[in-house]
């Protein structure tokens, strides 16, 4: 699933970054591996990863591979 399906409030593990802008997602610590929060969702969302929250469009969301834990 894709970060930008995530429900408001939903935790999940980034297991993939892909397209043009891989690179700066994964140098704004939206890596594989790490842990991403929804704090908003919508066409623009902010996600909190660590201690930093980011705000993303949806563009870039829908390029972040992630998975939901049970």
Do not use: F, H, P, W
């Not at 939903?10 to 929804?38: C, F, H, I, K, N």
Request: aromatic share 0%.
């Amino acid at each position: 699933m894709t970060l930008d399906c995530l429900e408001t409030g939903t935790t999940a593990l980034v297991v993939a970054t892909q397209g043009a802008d891989a690179a700066l997602l994964r140098a704004m610590g939206l890596r594989e591996g790490a842990e991403v929060t929804m704090c908003r969702a919508g066409a623009s969302c902010i996600v909190e990863t660590g201690s930093t929250r980011l705000g993303l469009a949806r563009c870039l969301t829908e390029s972040i591979q992630v998975e939901v834990g049970n």
